[in-house]
C-alpha cells in the first residue's frame, strides 16, 4: 500500500475515535430547578435593630486597700460563690509587724500622758506648773523683801532668774504634751489602719454570684484597689444598647424589646435610658431588663436587640431555611426568568423559623426553598 494512503487511514481512524464522547469538552448539563415557593407580604409591629451587649447590673472588681502577696486562691473561674465567702488570702507578715510597731507608739506616749485628755493635765505639765507657781511665789516675796531693804538686788536678781527658767520649762512641758497628744492620736489611727488592713487580707464576697475572672495568680504582688477578682450575679441580666439620633425620639422607658442570642429569642424590656445624648456617636444609652434568660446566656454576649414601636409595616415571610448567612449578612435565591438570582436581605426580625424581610424579596417572588451551596449567579436551570 502506497505510504500517503497509510497516513489517509491513520488520520480517519484517529478522528473516529476522537468522535466517540460527543459530550467531552462540551457545556455542563442544566441544572434541574430546584424547589420554590411564592413569596407572600405580611403586616407586622414595625421594630428597630440594634447590636447590644448582655450585662449583669451586679459586676463587681475585688480589690485590696493595701495591696500584698497573693498567697492563696480560694475558688475557681465559674465557681458559685455566696455573699461573705472568702475568695483569696494576702500575705500578712509585714501587716502583723505594722501593727506591733503602731501600738508599741501608742503605748509609750500613754505612758507619758497617763490619763490627761489635754496637754494642761499631763503629768509633766503639771509637775512644771507647780514648779513655776512656786518660783512665782518667791520672787513675789523676794520682791517685798527687797522693798523693805531685808534682801540685795543680787538676791533679788538670783529669784528672777529661777522663775524664768520655770517659765520657760514649763512652757516646754506644754508643747512636749501637745506634741505627745499628737503621737498619740497619730499611733492609734496607725493601730486603726494596720488592723483594718490585717482584716483585708481576706478577700469576699459582696453578694452571691459566679466568679467570671481571676486577675493574677498566687505568688504575684497585688497593687492597692488592683483588680484580684472579678464576681458577676447572673440571676438578673440586661442588655444594653445604643440608638442613634434619628431614632432616639422612639425609645421610652417600659418600651417592649426582644434579643436573639445563640438562636434563642429573649423578651426584655427598657428600663433605663440616659436623658440625652452621649459620647462621640450622639446616641442614647438604653438598658433593657430580660425576662427568663436562658441559664447559659453569659454577661458580655452580643446580641440583636429588636425594639418594637407602636406603627406596623409591610414585610415578606419566609422560612429560614430558604437563606445562607455569612458574618452576619442573610442571602436567598429566587428563580427569575429560568435563571437564578442571588437576593441580599434586610432581616426585620426572626419569628421562630421563619423571617421577616424588610427589603430584598418581593412579593410573588419564586423562592428558592433549599439553596445548595454551588449555585451560580445567573445559572440557567431547566423546569
Not at 513675789?140 to 534682801?151: C, F, M, V, Y
Not at 442571588?342 to 426553598?369: C, I, K, P, Q
Amino acid at each position: 500500500m502506497p505510504r500517503n494512503v497509510i497516513v489517509l487511514t491513520g488520520l480517519a481512524l484517529a478522528l473516529s475515535g476522537c468522535t466517540k464522547s460527543p459530550s467531552a469538552g462540551g457545556p455542563p448539563p442544566k441544572r434541574k430547578s430546584p424547589a420554590v415557593i411564592a413569596v407572600t407580604e405580611v403586616r407586622a409591629p414595625k421594630e428597630l435593630s440594634f447590636v447590644g451587649t448582655v450585662l449583669a447590673p451586679r459586676d463587681a472588681v475585688l480589690s485590696s486597700t493595701r495591696g500584698g502577696r497573693i498567697e492563696a486562691h480560694l475558688v475557681e473561674v465559674g465557681d458559685h460563690v455566696r455573699r461573705g465567702q472568702v475568695v483569696a488570702r494576702l500575705g500578712q507578715g509585714e501587716l502583723v509587724f505594722a501593727t506591733q510597731i503602731a501600738a508599741a507608739g501608742a503605748a509609750q506616749a500613754e505612758a507619758r500622758l497617763g490619763e490627761a485628755k489635754a496637754p494642761e493635765s499631763a503629768p509633766s505639765v503639771l509637775v512644771a506648773k507647780a514648779s513655776l507657781e512656786s518660783a512665782e511665789d518667791a520672787a513675789r516675796r523676794a520682791e517685798k523683801l527687797h522693798a523693805q531693804g531685808s534682801t540685795s538686788e543680787q538676791d533679788l536678781l538670783r529669784v528672777k532668774n529661777a522663775e524664768s527658767a520655770a517659765r520657760a520649762e514649763y512652757g516646754v512641758a506644754l508643747a512636749a504634751a501637745r506634741a505627745d497628744l499628737g503621737r498619740l492620736s497619730e499611733m492609734r489611727a496607725a493601730v486603726g489602719q494596720a488592723t483594718a488592713a490585717l482584716g483585708d487580707k481576706d478577700i469576699r464576697v459582696p453578694f452571691d454570684g459566679v466568679v467570671l475572672q481571676r486577675f493574677l495568680d498566687v505568688g504575684h504582688m497585688a497593687a492597692p484597689h488592683g483588680p484580684l477578682v472579678r464576681i458577676v450575679d447572673p440571676s438578673e441580666l440586661h442588655v444594653r444598647f445604643e440608638v442613634p439620633q434619628a431614632d432616639a425620639d422612639k425609645v421610652t422607658l417600659g418600651a417592649k424589646t426582644r434579643i436573639m442570642v445563640n438562636g434563642a429569642r429573649v423578651p426584655a424590656s427598657v428600663i433605663r435610658v440616659t436623658p440625652g445624648l452621649v459620647g462621640d456617636a450622639n446616641t442614647k444609652v438604653v438598658d433593657a431588663r430580660l425576662e427568663g434568660p436562658p441559664k447559659a446566656l453569659l454577661p458580655g454576649t452580643r446580641a440583636t436587640v429588636w425594639l418594637a414601636l407602636p406603627e406596623t409595616e409591610t414585610l415578606v415571610d419566609i422560612p429560614l431555611a430558604a437563606t445562607t448567612s455569612s458574618a452576619g449578612v442573610f442571602r436567598a435565591w429566587v428563580v427569575e426568568n429560568g435563571h437564578l438570582s442571588e437576593r441580599l436581605l434586610a432581616v426585620a426580625s426572626f419569628e421562630g423559623e421563619r423571617l421577616l424581610v424588610r427589603r430584598g424579596l418581593r412579593a410573588g417572588d419564586a423562592l428558592v426553598t433549599t439553596p445548595e451551596p454551588d449555585f451560580r449567579i445567573d445559572e440557567e436551570v431547566t423546569p
